[in-house]
């Protein structure tokens, strides 16, 4: 090790004989794999340290197993004790790296054997069948971009919030997977199942009851995320992608899938993800209704007077993003934004909008229009339609950002009683 | 140059020829075409289940009634196991105390609807949840460690304690579906279909 350090340093100050770098090389070949960990550290550590005025005169360091983020760039989820938030606020597109993919679970992340991972499928069907992770990944596959959101995705009470503490639990991927349809083909299904219940296989067993046709429609039983296998957060090795659904329906660390007449009414589906509505309680909300968010200018953002790019995320669980207005005076008047193409069906869509800001206060906010015609709501409107007592689960209000004088960006919270 | 060298020279360039026809003829070969359109009825991946696996996992419950095991419990057996097992996180009694904040949620309280906290008694539209839940998930620090009779006790016992069932009821797969949950009346689907109305 002590050879290597003298090597490396001779790279970074640039007097490197030729004899050096064979030397350094052959030491690196012959490290045993328990330093590995201590070398990469060090590796860091370095960069970190040896900032150059100008890097066109040192060669840097070579090529590495794994790629590592800039060091002055530190994007991270926000955990509690049951879910981490992705911060959308460093986010420049709609692809969310896998390692700030939101998390939600009930029980924690399991730990599982791919190898012995085992999907059984019963109930209503003509032959119950067991697939293994092998099994799964060799029928015909799809790839498909989609958000998952959860269902308790709305925070509120200061002005200090990012976008990451008001709704950071939704983010976006490229997932890649069978259709379950395909599944269901091959197990064959009765034609009296209504319904399927999905099973996961983490401590909380989690449960959800899932209407057939969203089966037949876009369900998928998914492997891979942005490329490579999906992360154990997400639901390694397999887990249920019901596009536009709420996100808890997406059964991850999938394990069982049972076939039936009528729904199971699991604890997931009658006292929790389940909302007053005047004087009533509203279960089965699936779809996540429209809902946009401007990203920047954001809290703890900074704006200078002149031109701004106002820009920010915007979807629907029912569709396509039909459209997205921009208000940069308080809502008194709208514009509409420009989208990113492509505007896929069930995905977070960027939206930007140009702006020339004259220096003084003022609101900026954001609405989406979904292609059933649905305007994002107001919180006025949420809790005139559903009561005082709506609680916290599928709210999409439109978020406003105060913007002051000196350019500070504040979120304007919003009181519901 | 004698024959034979010519012939160890030869050897190679005709395998080169030789490899070069064969790419030609695929290539002509590769037509375009969806697979999609010669997609089997049945793939034949996977393999059928034993009855063994399925009853291995199968522990759901349905508010029919089906799923619910054999066995029994009751109220004072019920009472016992939660001091054991539940009321760390959930309270002594399962009510919340003010200015207490309880690592589990409150589960006993008022059965009106629309009182605080979202309770059993207030909140929970069908029993066999509360067996089907217990059973898989609880207690949280030893998930999946309860058997039947020691879940239908505490069954018992919460559904008691919310003043659903009479503290003498002996519950079984016969009678636990049957309770009828002072919440259920509350529950309505959701019926929005996208479109311009805010619901």
């Given at each position: 090790?002590?050879k290597?350090?003298?090597?490396?340093?001779?790279?970074?100050?640039?007097?490197?004989?030729?004899?050096?770098?064979?030397?350094g090389?052959?030491?690196?070949?012959?490290?045993p794999?328990?330093?590995?960990?201590?070398s990469?550290?060090?590796?860091?550590?370095?960069v970190?340290?040896?900032?150059?005025?100008?890097?066109?005169k040192?060669?840097?360091?070579g090529?590495?197993?794994?790629?590592?983020?800039?060091?002055?760039?530190?994007?991270?989820r926000?955990?509690?004790?049951i879910?981490?938030?992705?911060?959308l606020?460093?986010?420049?597109?709609?692809?969310?790296?896998?390692?700030l993919?939101?998390?939600?679970?009930?029980?924690?992340?399991?730990?599982?054997?791919p190898?012995k991972?085992?999907?059984?499928?019963?109930?209503?069907?003509?032959?119950p069948?067991?697939?293994?992770?092998?099994d799964?990944?060799?029928?015909?596959?799809i790839t498909r971009?989609?958000?998952?959101?959860?269902?308790?995705?709305f925070?509120?009470?200061?002005?200090?919030?990012?976008?990451?503490?008001?709704l950071?639990?939704?983010?976006?991927s490229e997932?890649?997977?069978?259709?379950?349809?395909?599944?269901?083909?091959?197990?064959?299904?009765?034609n009296?199942?209504?319904?399927?219940l999905?099973?996961?296989?983490?401590?909380?067993?989690?449960?959800?009851?899932?209407?057939?046709?969203?089966?037949w429609?876009?369900?998928?039983i998914?492997?891979?995320?942005?490329?490579?296998?999906?992360?154990?957060?997400?639901?390694y090795?397999?887990?249920?992608?019901?596009?536009g659904?709420?996100?808890n329906?997406?059964?991850?660390?999938l394990?069982?899938?049972?076939?039936?007449e009528?729904?199971?009414?699991?604890?997931?589906?009658?006292?929790?993800y389940?909302?007053?509505?005047?004087?009533?309680?509203?279960?089965?909300?699936?779809?996540?209704?429209?809902r946009s968010?401007?990203t920047?200018?954001?809290y703890?953002q900074?704006?200078?007077?002149?031109?701004?790019?106002?820009?920010?995320?915007?979807?629907?669980?029912?569709g396509?993003?039909e459209?997205?207005?921009v208000?940069?005076?308080?809502?008194?008047?709208?514009?509409?934004?420009?989208?990113?193409?492509?505007?896929?069906?069930?995905?977070?869509?960027y939206?930007?909008?140009?702006?020339?800001?004259?220096g003084?206060?003022?609101e900026?906010?954001s609405?989406?229009?979904?292609?059933?015609g649905?305007l994002?709501?107001t919180?006025a409107?949420?809790?005139?339609?559903?009561g005082?007592?709506?609680?916290?689960?599928?709210?999409?209000?439109?978020?406003?950002?105060?913007?002051?004088?000196?350019?500070?960006?504040?979120?304007?919270?919003?009181?519901?009683? | 140059?004698?024959?034979?060298?010519?012939y160890?020279?030869a050897?190679?360039?005709?395998?080169?020829l030789?490899s070069?026809?064969?790419?030609?003829?695929?290539?002509?070969?590769?037509?375009?075409?969806?697979?999609s359109?010669?997609?089997?009825?049945?793939?034949?991946?996977?393999?059928?289940?034993?009855?063994?696996?399925?009853?291995?996992?199968?522990?759901?419950?349905?508010?029919?009634?089906?799923?619910l095991?054999?066995?029994?419990?009751?109220?004072?057996?019920?009472?016992?196991?939660?001091?054991?097992?539940c009321?760390?996180?959930?309270?002594?009694?399962?009510?919340?105390?003010?200015?207490?904040?309880?690592?589990g949620s409150?589960?006993?309280?008022d059965t009106?609807?629309?009182?605080?906290?979202?309770?059993i008694?207030?909140?929970?539209?069908?029993?066999?949840?509360?067996?089907?839940?217990?059973?898989?998930?609880?207690?949280y620090?030893?998930?999946?460690?309860?058997?039947?009779n020691?879940v239908?006790?505490?069954?018992?016992?919460?559904?008691?304690?919310?003043?659903?069932?009479?503290?003498?009821?002996?519950?079984?797969?016969?009678?636990?579906?049957?309770?009828q949950m002072?919440?259920?009346?509350?529950?309505?689907?959701?019926?929005?279909?996208?479109?311009?109305?805010?619901k």
């Open positions: 090790m002590k290597q350090d003298k090597t490396d340093r001779k790279i970074v100050t640039g007097k490197m004989s030729r004899r050096t770098l064979l030397g090389v052959i030491t690196a070949a012959v490290l794999v328990q330093s590995l960990f201590a990469e550290a060090k590796a860091e550590k370095q970190l340290t040896d900032i150059v005025d100008d890097p066109t040192i060669i840097g360091p090529p590495s197993p794994l790629g590592k983020r800039s060091l002055f760039e530190q994007p991270v926000k955990p509690s004790d879910s981490s938030r992705t911060p606020q460093d986010m420049h597109s709609t692809i969310t790296p896998a390692d993919h939101f998390e939600r679970h009930h029980a924690g992340v399991p730990a599982i054997d190898v991972h085992e999907l059984l499928i019963h109930g209503l069907v003509d032959q069948m067991k697939f293994t992770l092998a799964i990944k060799r029928f015909p596959s971009t989609c958000f998952i959101e959860c269902a308790g995705n925070r509120t009470g200061k002005t200090e919030m990012t976008p990451q503490d008001i950071g639990l939704t983010s976006q997932w890649t997977g069978v259709m379950l349809s395909t599944i269901f083909e091959e197990v064959g299904i009765s009296k199942a209504k319904w399927f999905a099973e996961g296989s983490d401590a909380a067993v989690m449960t959800r009851t899932i209407p057939i046709a969203k089966a429609d876009d369900a998928m998914v492997y891979a995320q942005n490329g490579e296998a999906m992360r154990p957060e997400q639901g090795p397999m887990r249920l992608l019901l596009p659904f709420e996100g329906m997406n059964i991850k660390w394990r069982r899938i049972e076939l039936s009528e729904p199971y009414m699991t604890r997931e589906e009658t006292s929790k389940t909302y007053p509505v005047k004087d009533k309680i509203r279960m089965f909300s699936f779809e996540l209704d429209a968010i401007i920047y200018p954001a703890p900074k704006v200078n007077k002149g031109w701004v790019e106002i820009r920010g995320i915007a979807w629907s669980g029912r396509k993003v459209k997205v207005e208000s940069t005076d308080a809502g008194k008047t709208w514009q509409l934004a420009n989208l990113q193409e492509p505007v896929l069906s069930k995905a977070h869509t939206f930007r909008h140009l702006w020339e800001w004259d003084k206060a003022t900026i906010l609405r989406v229009t979904d292609e059933t649905y994002q709501p919180l409107q949420l809790v005139a339609a559903r005082v007592n709506l609680g916290g689960y599928h709210m999409n209000p439109i978020t406003a950002w105060q913007i002051g004088a000196d350019g500070r960006v504040l979120f304007k919270p919003e009181t519901i009683k | 140059m004698n024959r034979k060298t010519v160890i020279l050897f190679p360039v005709m395998l080169f030789m070069l026809k064969t790419a030609f003829t695929s290539m002509q070969a590769q037509s375009p075409s969806t697979d359109l010669k997609r089997p009825a049945k793939f034949g991946f996977g393999r059928p289940a034993t009855a063994q696996e399925i009853a291995a996992w199968n522990i759901d419950i349905r508010p029919d009634g089906k799923g095991p054999a066995g029994q419990g009751d109220v004072k057996k019920g009472k016992l196991l939660y001091a054991q097992k009321a760390m996180c959930h309270g002594e009694d399962g009510t919340e105390k003010p200015g207490v904040k309880l690592p409150a589960l006993v309280g009106s609807a629309n009182s605080k906290p979202k309770t008694g207030n909140y929970w539209p069908y029993a066999t949840t509360l067996f089907d839940y217990m059973r898989r998930a609880m207690p620090n030893l998930p999946g460690s309860l058997s039947n020691e239908y006790s505490i069954t018992a016992y919460l559904l008691n304690a919310n003043k659903i069932i009479k503290a003498d009821v002996v519950l079984d797969a016969k009678n636990l579906y049957k309770v002072p919440a259920k009346k509350l529950f309505i689907m959701d019926d929005r279909k996208g479109g311009p109305e805010i």
